[in-house]
């Protein structure tokens, strides 16, 4: 693991220090003459490749007219294919609210050249965090013990087995369509800040790992512990002897839910970074949207300090994907271009 300078961690500390919330017309700007510079995967010496993208291509302030899509632009299917165009990869979160379904898949393939990457994140009751009841699919929903009917959220913990399997299962099936032309890039099991290191949520990782098998599992923490200096080596180890990649983390500092930024690679295949933005304020604020929570746009220069480390990252991982989380508006989609463009200046430097 290497560590960022004492000057870069207290970047974080500023919070919103400085213009990071100039609104769409300001963060445009910013990329006027960039062009297309991350529309096709970064091709590294040795065969490794950096792919960039977006942890969102349907969020509401993302599809307002003129701030990323072009006029034009209002269906599904236009939005996903002028996406396609400009970035290699995307980073799907809705499965994480609702199993995904196999016709949506479909859809997505169809929108989509072959070799365009989706990551996917796991559903919500797959890393013990609690769902919507009334977002559950009809077949689970019927099953249900009338205890867990009436109740607005639901954990696995309260299923029983065959619903909990049923879960997984419905899950696999949802993105058949992607795995089987070869566009599933990764499931993201994202585990909250309660889950912390112990042989029984070690267990609970290994369980999912095995529930999809075939498919690339990556992991992230939400609970900092797992990196500290008792669990650390530990928690690489882990990691590192199933091959599963372990998810790098750019986020606010200071907080339970706070996992360092370590360059850490797990597996040779692939390695990702998730970019959550700095915004201390409402890194942990309930009731606010995901747009909302990750509402900051980075400086060049707070992206330039990962630029020496994702080169070290795809020295070590055949493959890296960069993954902008700060989802409000075109916040997200300039920074991709923006580090995209500042990889590309060092590769040609």
Not at 236 to 247: D, G
């Amino acid at each position: 693991m290497s560590e960022m300078t004492e000057a870069a961690l207290g970047r974080y500390a500023d919070g919103m220090a400085g213009d990071h919330d100039p609104g769409p017309d300001g963060a445009a700007a910013r990329v006027d003459t960039i062009g297309s510079v991350a529309a096709e995967p970064i091709e590294l010496e040795g065969a490794s490749k950096i792919l960039v993208g977006t942890a969102s291509w349907t969020d509401p302030t993302m599809t307002a007219s003129g701030v990323f899509y072009p006029v034009g632009a209002d269906s599904a299917e236009e939005r996903l294919q002028y996406y396609a165009s400009t970035f290699p990869v995307v980073e799907v979160d809705a499965t994480y609210y609702a199993l995904p379904a196999e016709r949506t898949a479909q859809l997505w393939v169809d929108r989509t050249p072959p070799d365009f990457t989706f990551d996917i994140k796991a559903h919500a009751l797959m890393t013990g965090q609690g769902t919507e009841t009334k977002r559950l699919p009809k077949a689970i929903k019927d099953e249900l013990p009338d205890e867990l009917k009436a109740k607005t959220r639901i954990y696995a913990k309260d299923l029983p087995a065959e619903l909990n399997d049923a879960v997984w299962s419905m899950f696999r099936d949802g993105l058949a369509p992607l795995a089987d032309r070869g566009q599933l890039g990764s499931i993201l099991l994202q585990y909250p800040k309660w889950v912390f290191p112990s042989s029984e949520n070690r267990a609970q990782i290994e369980d999912a790992v095995e529930r999809l098998d075939g498919w690339t599992c990556a992991v992230e923490f939400r609970n900092g512990s797992w990196l500290n200096e008792k669990n650390a080596e530990r928690t690489t180890r882990f990691l590192a002897e199933r091959n599963i990649p372990f998810v790098m983390v750019d986020e606010p500092q200071g907080f339970k839910s706070s996992v360092p930024p370590e360059v850490l690679v797990t597996s040779s295949e692939l390695a990702l970074v998730r970019f959550h933005g700095r915004n201390a304020e409402t890194w942990e604020m309930k009731g606010i949207t995901p747009a909302e929570r990750f509402r900051y746009l980075y400086s060049r220069d707070e992206l330039s300090e990962w630029v020496p480390r994702i080169r070290e990252v795809a020295k070590e991982a055949k493959e890296v994907h960069l993954m902008f989380n700060n989802c409000y508006a075109n916040y997200g989609t300039t920074n991709a271009r923006e580090i995209a463009d500042l990889l590309a200046d060092e590769l040609n430097g």
